[in-house]
T-cell receptor
Framework: DTGVSQDPRHKITKRGQNVTFRCDPI?????LYWYRQTLGQGPEFLTY????????KSRLLSDRFSAERPKGSFSTLEIQRTEQGDSAMYLC??????????????FGPGTRLTVT | GEDVEQSLFLSVREGDSSVINCTYT??????LYWYKQEPGAGLQLLTY?????DMKQDQRLTVLLNKKDKHLSLRIADTQTGDSAIYFC?????????????FGKGTKLSVKP
């Protein structure tokens, strides 16, 4: 078990460009979460998947953001028409989904996005 | 709404105990967590406590939960320089059925040799 991995670790992009991040969860985990962390703040929940189904989206997730988990394994998070306010660390976490919950969430190293 | 509050800084000497405090608002929280984040890294799960427990001990870590006051603390015994990091308290939203976590802003622990 190699833990949660994320790619890329760093991304610098110009405002208006699209970016896509990938997350590979721990293999036996069926839940996958995306969080965003800005400087000096704790992570904020964006969305989560149970297998391939996207079950909840935060109001932070504007319509420029889309997340997928097509086969219930890895997930991608795409940001279209990036804005400077999108600059943040994007964290992925995974957990087992147990009835009545939880749900120890294990985090990846994050993707740091800088929008210039 | 749900909110998690932590003091922002704590400084201790190596070998002393550190106590990091947290208050939360969601009385339906089922689990409360402590995560550690080192510079430029993701979050490492340290420990968690179920809301029907008062205390949990795991090696140098002791978690105390006062559910009446909605107060959570993390005690690190014999603090080492390697413990210097930001520590986040988090509660599970919707009583744990959804699992997404609400985090505090983090407490930066500095350990002086």
């Amino acid at each position: 078990d190699t833990g949660v991995s994320q790619d890329p670790r760093h991304k610098i992009t110009k405002r208006g460009q699209n970016v896509t991040f990938r997350c590979d969860p721990i293999s036996e985990h069926n839940r996958l979460y995306w969080y965003r962390q800005t400087l000096g703040q704790g992570p904020e929940f964006l969305t989560y998947f149970q297998n391939e189904a996207q079950l909840e989206k935060s109001r932070l997730l504007s319509d420029r953001f889309s997340a997928e988990r097509p086969k219930g394994s890895f997930s991608t998070l795409e940001i279209q028409r990036t804005e400077q306010g999108d600059s943040a660390m994007y964290l992925c976490a995974s957990s087992r989904g147990l009835a009545g919950g939880t749900l120890e969430q294990y985090f990846g190293p994050g993707t740091r996005l800088t929008v210039t | 709404g749900e909110d998690v509050e932590q003091s922002l800084f704590l400084s201790v000497r190596e070998g002393d105990s550190s106590v990091i405090n947290c208050t939360y608002t969601d009385s339906s929280s089922t689990y409360l967590y402590w995560y550690k984040q080192e510079p430029g890294a993701g979050l490492q799960l340290l420990t968690y406590i179920f809301s029907n427990m008062d205390m949990k001990q795991d090696q140098r870590l002791t978690v105390l939960l006062n559910k009446k006051d909605k107060h959570l603390s993390l005690r690190i015994a014999d603090t080492q320089t390697g413990d210097s990091a930001i520590y986040f308290c988090a509660e599970s939203y919707n009583g744990g059925s959804q699992g997404n976590l609400i985090f505090g802003k983090g407490t930066k622990l500095s350990v002086k040799p």
